[in-house]
């Protein structure tokens, strides 16, 4: 079982990934959140370090997306990474967000039995 999260900074794109999520059979929980380097930027902290990311944040949205979602299935999982990388190309652009897989030791809850 694993957790893919996604932090979305093309925040016009998450209809498309949620909906894309959903034919595979896959729940999500989207947060909203915001980078360190941002909040940095707006507080003047240490301006030279973060002047470079500023080119990559966007200045009219102060905040992201955190898409969380637990998977089963590694073949699931693969499939909605490769969903994922094809609505925002993530590995070729800068700055449109980036992802994450951990393994899930413990899972208790939710709406959905997951298949062991």
Known sequence: ?????LILNQIDKLDTILESLYQLGVGATTLDSVGMGKILLEHNINENIFSSLKSILNENKPYNKTIISVINN???LDEAINR???ILDIDNKKGVGFLFVIPVLIYRG???KIDE
């Not at 079982?1 to 999260?5: N, P, R, W």
């Open 1 to 5: 079982m694993y957790a893919l999260f």
């Open 74 to 76: 590694e073949n699931i």
């Open 84 to 86: 994922i990388n094809k």
């Open 110 to 112: 939710g709406v959905n």
